[in-house]
């Protein structure tokens, strides 16, 4: 089973910068897809970005050249280097890894969430 434990919402300003991390439990981490999901108020869970096995990444265009997903295998950490920051960008934010279990079989596991607020 896999655990996610995500850090480094919080408040910050139109136009300021974040760093979201995300650790995870599983020994094959290398293996494993990721992803950030959001969440506004009121709203269902999107997609932001989601970075592959092979490092292939992609990206919501809401957030294309302005966030970045990357993975540090030697630490199970995927990162989303949040840039310019929008209101429209303020969501709980959520950490996804998804698991290939075997032949054309596979499940996603969920962090409980960390908010991120822009605002001024």
């Known amino acids: 089973q896999v655990h996610l434990v995500e850090s480094g919402g919080g408040l910050v300003q139109p136009g300021g910068s974040l760093r979201l991390s995300c650790v995870a439990s599983?020994?094959?981490?290398?293996?494993?897809?990721m992803g950030w999901y959001r969440q506004p108020p009121g709203k269902q869970r999107d997609v932001v970005a989601v970075?592959?096995?092979?490092?292939?990444?992609n990206y919501a265009e809401s957030v294309k050249g302005r966030f970045i997903i990357s993975r540090d295998n030697a630490t199970n950490t995927v990162y989303l280097q949040m840039n310019s920051l929008k209101p429209e960008d303020t969501a709980a934010y959520y950490c996804?890894?998804?698991?290939?279990?075997?032949?054309?079989?596979?499940?996603?596991?969920w962090g409980q969430g960390t908010q991120v607020t822009v605002s001024s």
């Open positions: 599983g020994s094959m981490f290398s293996m494993y897809g």
């Open positions: 970075i592959t096995s092979t490092g292939r990444t």
């Open positions: 996804n890894a998804r698991v290939e279990l075997g032949v054309g079989r596979q499940f996603d596991y």
